[in-house]
């Protein structure tokens, strides 16, 4: 019986080492609808982490749902699956993930078929979820040589897993971790890293350029990779590859394939989510303030031509290749609804 790690944020977005332990062995304590407001609040986060939570719902969801008939039946679980979408609007991977479980039961015609179907859906897009962080983090060892500095950014399992794994194969280097204004990502980053007994030095977002001197490679994960390449990631990365461009150092993105978005093919764009300003300025100190509007986007757009490569489950890939990942990896006919 196999157990999933989330970590989780507390609402004022300081950092803690709160886990929740989710049994995606179909038996998961928390409801579908307690999940999508875990993910909308921030305690459940990351973009894979949310992607194996939502699937984890899903499948807890359609055991314990009752209906008449399997049209209602169906029924049910897209709204479920619509009210876990709408939690996050950048992350792909949530989508993705909603749309891989929904797919399984299309072809059912009874209510027990359609179940036995999401849940064994659900289970090995969690399973192969986890397979491919692991396999990313094999490969992304590979750009970390003995003497490194390496720069990273919030907290993505994916970069993550690429310094862990060099590290446990000897690998000597130095990471330089941000801090990730307003909710401190870099704050599990570092706990993650020490944990590990990696070198890091702990910087604020604004000293990435005056660093940049010191570094010879970034790894940063993503929310979402359009079909150009262009990756969609925690705001701040796009400068972070601007000063890496500038001072010529090798930018890395470390990115599950279900990080790419198939909408993009038909002209979506992705949407960058504007969060509450709350979480960057105390409501009082605002109202103090009526003509300064705090305004707080949590992710940006790193366009390709500042992005070397895109490490994935099934290889290293120029940016330009984004398009091939979505044919022949994720079915973008089939993930686009
Ligand atoms: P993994 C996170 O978003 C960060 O932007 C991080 O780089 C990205 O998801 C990918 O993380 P947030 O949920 O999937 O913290 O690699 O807003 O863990």
Redo the contacts with the bound molecule.
């Keep these: 019986m196999g157990y999933s790690l989330y970590q989780t944020m507390n609402k004022t977005g300081a950092a803690h080492n709160t886990f929740v332990f989710i049994q995606h062995q179909y038996s998961i304590r928390m409801s579908l609808f307690e999940t999508a407001d875990q993910i909308r609040t921030?305690q459940i986060?990351?973009?894979?982490?949310?992607a194996r939570a939502a699937a984890a719902a899903l499948s807890e969801y359609a055991q314990s749902l009752s209906a008449s008939d399997i049209t209602d039946w169906k029924k049910e679980m897209q709204h479920a699956a619509d009210t876990l979408v709408e939690t996050?609007p950048t992350?792909v991977?949530l989508p993705n993930a909603v749309n891989i479980v929904m797919q399984s039961m299309q072809d059912t015609t009874t209510i027990s078929e359609a179940k036995s179907a999401i849940m064994a859906a659900a289970s090995s897009f969690i399973t192969s979820s986890e397979n491919a962080i692991t396999r990313i983090g094999s490969l992304g060892s590979h750009y970390i040589r003995d003497g490194d500095v390496v720069l990273t950014?919030?907290?993505?399992?994916?970069?993550l897993a690429c310094l862990l794994t060099a590290k446990n194969e000897g690998r000597d280097f130095k990471v330089i971790a941000t801090e990730v204004r307003p909710?401190w990502?870099g704050h599990k980053t570092i706990q993650t890293l020490n944990d590990a007994g990696i070198r890091t030095d702990f910087i604020v977002d604004s000293a990435v350029r005056y660093c940049m001197k010191e570094v010879n490679l970034v790894i940063?994960?993503?929310?979402a990779i359009a079909v150009n390449g262009a990756v969609a990631?925690?705001i701040g990365?796009s400068q972070i590859a601007l000063a890496a461009h500038e001072a010529r150092v090798r930018f890395l993105v470390?990115?599950?394939c279900y990080?790419f978005a198939p909408k993009t093919i038909l002209g979506d764009e992705t949407e960058i989510e504007e969060r509450n300003p709350d979480e960057v300025l105390a409501p009082q100190i605002r109202a103090s303030l009526p003509f300064v509007k705090v305004r707080n986007p949590?992710?940006d757009i790193t366009p390709p031509g500042y992005i070397d490569l895109i490490l994935t489950e099934i290889g290293a890939i120029s940016p330009q290749m984004a398009y091939i990942i979505m044919r022949d990896y994720l079915g973008w006919n089939k993930n686009i609804r």
């Design positions: 921030m986060r990351g973009a894979g982490t949310i996050r992350a991977s950014h919030c907290n993505s399992q994916a970069a909710w990502q940063v994960g993503a929310d990631n925690k990365t470390a990115a599950e990080k949590v992710f």
